[in-house]
């Protein structure tokens, strides 16, 4: 007979078996943000960060898996977390960007996302996903082959993430804060980082330059996030090829190469081997830029590559001859024109082969008049940017809750398919007519359940402003079907699309000049955001969101909303900019 002690025990144990069965591919990581010093390029600073940490934790998982993270915003303005790549199927609410489908997370208090894992598989990435507070607060989303599985290539022999950031010496919501006051041009960072240094060509920076031990003849794959601000970088190894195998949590054919090309919002897995004469060289993360405007930070980042063993170590690493110059759009081109999808049995793919919903979108920096001219972009009138001329306004609920909840006011869903005006996006010559003008709103597109969607996006000139835009959409993958330079010709340019194993990504940079088309099908129920990933254009307007109705079966209908979601009271620092954050009237 068992006492009622023993018995409890045995309840108890019992319930722990239950638990953990049922936790089987379930992780818990908590995240706490607040205030932290760190001192880089000879000062110290205050940024908001996850766990003390600059890059924030890794999270490590296998395909598949679902994630919580408590988050605690122990900071001083409301912020939230977005899971990069995620699809996050029929679960918007979790998504994270700020009034497109939850309002912040207020300080003082904390909010647990739900991430669902399905076909990614890879490196991704997460991070903030208001106003610019991505610049600390981030770190990589490590997928792993699901258990009983493996890669489609030899396993590594291990494995080393690496995270490239922006370092700004001021404080960067205070930067953004001026920038948009004033409508001119956003502050340059002072610096780049490899896993959060700036590296040996910095000031006050050697000492403590990243540094990846390495055994001869092993092989690692390389997790790489490009989470810069502004700017794409070019990625190199002295004297190591490199084999990419993975872009955006989604597996390419091997392809080798001496340098890669990065943007930011961009995630790459790359395999390196170590077959090299024993000693050190730099890996270099250095900027890339095809605008005429010349605006970047011009400095270039590093880390050392350093073999393990008995050797004398140089007085200096090798240095890359093989990276790209700041310019070299050619480079760049090739680079992301030559990946493939692995298009396998085990990796297959599904590229839409007929359209249902096709949209042609004209990219563009622009402008906002500004009372009495008294802005300080081009003519005094405001900085802007926008898609089909429209400058996107974050509404001040999100729009995931004014739909759910059919409260009218907040969006419209009469966002353009075409752009208003065709021109000659190209042109050398776009100074001053009404092209150059955007609208701001609040305009969405509603797209029926399954849908199979085409999105040319056409890189524009106006203001000579023309660089590589790198266009993100949230809750899909989609497959980037061609890419090119000038207009965009809906006869000729559509016979070169690739609809037998274009690469699979979440991320595509739309080149200078030129165009580049996407196809993914509607089959995710919610309300996706889609942007550009560099920040200050985010900033300035070059957003929209898709609204994805259901599809009338359970599986195909959003899931409930989470008994709590973090008010919308407008308590985000800039909740006070009122051209941004009124309600549309
Ligand atoms: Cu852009």
Known sequence: MYSFSELLGLLVLSEILLICMAQNNVHYYDFVLKDTNFTKLCATKSIFAVNESFPGPVIRVHKGDTVYVNVYNQGTYGVTIHWHGIKQPRNPWFDGPEYITQCPIPAGTNFTYQVLLSSEEGTLFWHAHSDWTRATVHGAFVILPAEGTTYPFPKPDEEQVLVFASWY????????????????????????????????????????????????????????????????????????????????????????????????????????????????????????????ADDFDKSITSAIFQYNGNYTPPSSPVYPTNIPGFYDIGAA??????????????????????????????????????????????????????????????????????????????????????????????????????????????????????????????????????????????????????????????????????????????????????????????SNPGVWYMHCHFDRHMSWGMDTAFIVKNGGTEDSTLLPPPAYMPPCESDSLYGVRPSIFQKKE
């Open 169 to 292: 010496k001021e404080d960067v919501m205070t930067l953004l804060d001026e920038a948009l006051r004033y409508g001119g041009l956003t502050t340059l960072s002072d610096s780049y980082a490899i896993n959060g240094e700036p590296g040996d060509f910095y000031p006050c920076s050697r000492d403590t330059t990243y540094r990846m031990s390495v055994d001869y003849g092993k092989t690692y794959l390389l997790r790489i996030v490009n989470t810069v601000q502004n700017t794409e970088m070019f990625f190199a190894i002295a004297d190591h090829n490199l084999t990419v195998v993975g872009w955006d949590g989604s597996y390419v054919k091997p392809l080798v190469c001496s340098y890669i090309m990065i943007t930011p919002g961009q995630t790459m897995d790359v395999l390196v081997t170590a077959n090299q004469s024993l000693g050190h060289y730099y890996m270099l993360a250095s900027p890339y830029f095809d605008g005429q």
């Open 333 to 522: 081109t090739f680079y992301t024109s030559s990946l493939r999808s692995l298009a396998t049995p085990e990796h297959p793919v599904d590229v839409p082969q007929n359209v249902s919903t096709r949209m042609y979108i004209a990219v563009s920096i622009n402008m906002m008049k500004c009372p009495n001219a008294s802005c300080a972009g081009p003519d005094g009138n405001r900085l802007s940017s926008g898609l089909n001329n429209i400058s996107f306004a974050n509404p001040s609920m999100d729009i995931l809750q004014a739909y759910y909840r059919n409260i009218s006011g907040y969006y419209d869903t009469n966002f353009p398919n075409r752009p208003p005006h065709v021109f000659n996006f190209t042109s050398e010559d776009l100074l001053t007519d009404n092209v150059t003008i955007s609208d701001q709103g609040t305009r969405v597109k509603v797209l029926d359940y399954n849908a199979t969607v085409e999105i040319t996006f056409q890189g524009t000139n106006i203001m000579n402003s023309g660089e590589n835009h790198p266009m993100h959409l949230h809750g899909f993958r989609f497959y980037v079907v061609g890419t090119g330079t000038g207009n965009f010709d809906k006869e000729t340019d559509p016979l070169t699309y690739n609809l037998v194993d274009p690469p699979e990504a979440n991320t595509v940079p739309v080149p200078k000049d030129g165009w580049a088309t996407i196809r993914f099908i509607a």
